[in-house]
């Protein structure tokens, strides 16, 4: 069963840290991306990456960062955690050729920041 | 920036009902899919439609894409308590990112 897997399901981390969340795919896909979804705003792309150490700015970039150093794994950093960056995290990958394969996503990853 | 709505944002309907989401944008998509997603988890892929007028079943689950590939709609037949869930759709176009709908949340009530 093919899989996005995502380090956490639940963090609490509090304002000013370092936040690193981890997403590993076994699917040998080519694109990973970060959303985050928040009631009322839906998904928005956070960063996304069409290759290995090659990253693109999506809708809400500031305050993150990423790598992707291997194929199969894309990090979404957190430079310094805020209260406005509590939400639910997602990680997804896809074949080249999105418009037909779609999206893999991860279960998701729940960050609080106090 | 392109946009998708979805409509309507909620529903709650009785077990055995039917029901339809849609899905509606101004602008032309090279395909549309739908997911859904459970409380706690991430959104899963349904169906992938790529040609206007399409249509696909999927058990109780009927999709189209629109003829001019602008819109789409899911229907759903004699509800049951597992439909419930986010509905969303998204689009692709020329590059390799989806744009997502903003979402329909289903409660199927027994």
């Known amino acids: 069963d093919v899989k996005v897997t995502q380090s956490s399901r639940y963090l609490v981390k509090r304002t000013g840290e370092k936040v690193f969340l981890e997403c590993v795919q076994d699917?040998?896909?080519?694109?990973m991306f970060w959303y985050r979804q928040d009631p009322g705003l839906g998904l928005r792309l956070i960063y996304f990456?069409?290759?290995?150490?090659?990253?693109e700015k999506g809708d809400i970039p500031e305050g993150y960062s990423v790598s992707r150093e291997k194929k199969e794994r894309f990090s979404l950093i957190l430079e310094s955690a805020s209260t406005n960056q509590t939400s639910m995290y997602l990680c997804?990958?896809?074949?080249?050729?999105?418009?037909?394969?779609?999206?893999?996503f991860g279960s998701g990853t729940r960050l609080t920041v106090v | 920036t392109q946009l998708l709505e979805q409509s309507p944002q909620f529903l709650s309907i009785q077990e055995g009902e039917n029901l339809t989401v849609y899905c509606n944008s101004s602008?032309?998509?090279?395909?549309l899919q739908w997911y859904r997603q459970e409380p706690g988890e991430g959104p899963v892929l349904l169906v992938t439609v790529v040609t206007g007028g399409e249509v696909k079943k999927l058990k109780r689950l009927t999709f189209q894409f629109g003829d001019a590939r602008k819109d789409s709609s899911l229907h759903i037949t004699a509800a049951q308590p597992g439909d419930t869930g986010l509905y969303l759709c998204?689009?692709?176009?020329?590059?390799?990112?989806?744009?997502f709908g903003t979402g329909t949340l289903l409660a199927v009530q027994p």
């Open positions: 990456s069409y290759d290995v150490k090659m990253k």
């Open positions: 998204a689009a692709g176009g020329a590059t390799n990112k989806l744009i």
């Open positions: 699917m040998d896909h080519e694109n």
């Open positions: 602008s032309v998509f090279s395909s």
């Open positions: 997804a990958s896809s074949l080249a050729g999105t418009h037909v394969y779609g999206y893999t």
